[in-house]
C-alpha cells in the first residue's frame, strides 16, 4: 500500500501538487499529521526528481496552509516565518540528504538550525519570553471567563510557560520537519532500494561532538535560570528521542525488543497524557545510546 501511495505520488508532478494542497489546506484542522505527510511529499520529490519541482510542492502546500490560516488569525509575519519553515525546511533538508546520501547527517543538521533559529530569536527579540507571558495571561483570562480553571498558582504556570514556549514550539518545529523527512525517505527507499531506509535509520546518531554540547547544555540549564537554555534544551530532547527511537528499531532488529513494545510505543507517542512521559523516556534511551553504543555497531 505505501509503495502504491509513493508510486502514485511520482508519476506525474500534477499529483504531488495536488496531494500538497490539500494536505496543506488541511493541516491547520488537523497540524502535525498534515504537516508531516505536505513535507514529505516534497521530501519524496526533492529526492527523485528536480529540486523546482520540491520547491513547487512547498509552494502549494505552503500557500493552502497559510491561506487558511491567515484568513481566520489575520496576517503576522511570525506565521508567515512559521509556514514557511515548515513548508520549505523539509524540502531543504531533502536536497542535503540527495546531496550526502547521509540520513544521520540530516538529523544533525536539523537539530542544529533549530538551534541556531533559537539563538537569533533570543538575540534579535527585546522580550522573548515577556512576549509570550503576554499572550498566555490572555489565553488564561479567557478560559477563565469560559469557566475552566487550572489547578496552581497562576503567576507561576504563566511563567513556567511563557519560559519554555519557544522551546516548545522549536521541538515541535524539529519533530514535524524530520518527521516529514523520514517519512519521504522511507517512501523513496520503498520504490528504488527497498530496506535501505530501516538500516540508515537504525544508525541515526547525535554523535561525540553533539553529545558533549548536548550533556553540557542539559548541565547549565539545570544550574541556571536562562530561558535560552531551557528552550534549547528542549530542542535536543526532541532530537534524542528520535535517537531512542532508532535505539528501540534496532533492539527490535536484533532480538531485544519484542515487536509488541514497539508497537506500544508508537501508540503512547499519540496517547496525550503520556506523551511527554514516552518522548522523555525514547530521549533518555537516545542519550544513554549515544555514548554506550560502539561506533562501529551496524544492524
Not at 509503495?3 to 494542497?21: E, Y
Not at 516565518?81 to 533538508?93: E, K, M, R, S, T
Not at 522549536?170 to 527507499?189: D, E, N, P
Not at 531551557?230 to 530532547?237: E, K, M, N, Q, Y
Amino acid at each position: 500500500m505505501h509503495r502504491a501511495i509513493a508510486d502514485w505520488l511520482t508519476g506525474h508532478p500534477w499529483r504531488a501538487a495536488f496531494a500538497s494542497a490539500i494536505s496543506g489546506a488541511l493541516s491547520p484542522q488537523m497540524p502535525l499529521p498534515f504537516l508531516v505527510l505536505a513535507g514529505a511529499i516534497a521530501v519524496l520529490v526533492a529526492l527523485r526528481f528536480d529540486l523546482r519541482y520540491a520547491i513547487a510542492m512547498a509552494v502549494a502546500a505552503g500557500t493552502a496552509a497559510g491561506w487558511v490560516v491567515l484568513s481566520v488569525a489575520g496576517f503576522s509575519a511570525w506565521l508567515v516565518f512559521a509556514v514557511g519553515l515548515l513548508y520549505f525546511g523539509p524540502v531543504l533538508l531533502g536536497r542535503l540528504l540527495r546531496w550526502s546520501r547521509s540520513l544521520n547527517l540530516v538529523y544533525q543538521v536539523a537539530l542544529l538550525g533549530h538551534a541556531v533559529l533559537l539563538l537569533v530569536l533570543f538575540a534579535v527579540l527585546p522580550d522573548p519570553v515577556g512576549m509570550w507571558r503576554e499572550q498566555i495571561e490572555l489565553v488564561w483570562t479567557s478560559m477563565t471567563n469560559a469557566g475552566l480553571r487550572l489547578e496552581g498558582d497562576r503567576d507561576l504556570i504563566i511563567a513556567a510557560w511563557s519560559r519554555t514556549m519557544w522551546g516548545a514550539l522549536a521541538a515541535l518545529s524539529l519533530a514535524t520537519i524530520f518527521g516529514a523527512v523520514l517519512l519521504g525517505r522511507w517512501w523513496q527507499s520503498l520504490l528504488d532500494a527497498p530496506g535501505s531506509f530501516g538500516s540508515e535509520y537504525r544508525q541515526l546518531r547525535l554523535g561525540r561532538t553533539l553529545g558533549v554540547a548536548t550533556t553540557a547544555l542539559f548541565i547549565a540549564a539545570m544550574l541556571t535560570d536562562s530561558a535560552l537554555l531551557a528552550s534549547l534544551a528542549w530542542v535536543a530532547f526532541a532530537a534524542l528521542a528520535f535517537q531512542g527511537l532508532a535505539a528501540a528499531h534496532r533492539s527490535k532488529a536484533v532480538g531485544r525488543l519484542d515487536r509488541g513494545w514497539l508497537v506500544a510505543i508508537y501508540v503512547l507517542l499519540i496517547v496525550l497524557p503520556v506523551t511527554s512521559i514516552v518522548i522523555f523516556m525514547l530521549a533518555l534511551w537516545g542519550f544513554a545510546d549515544n555514548w554506550l553504543r560502539p561506533r562501529t555497531q551496524s544492524v
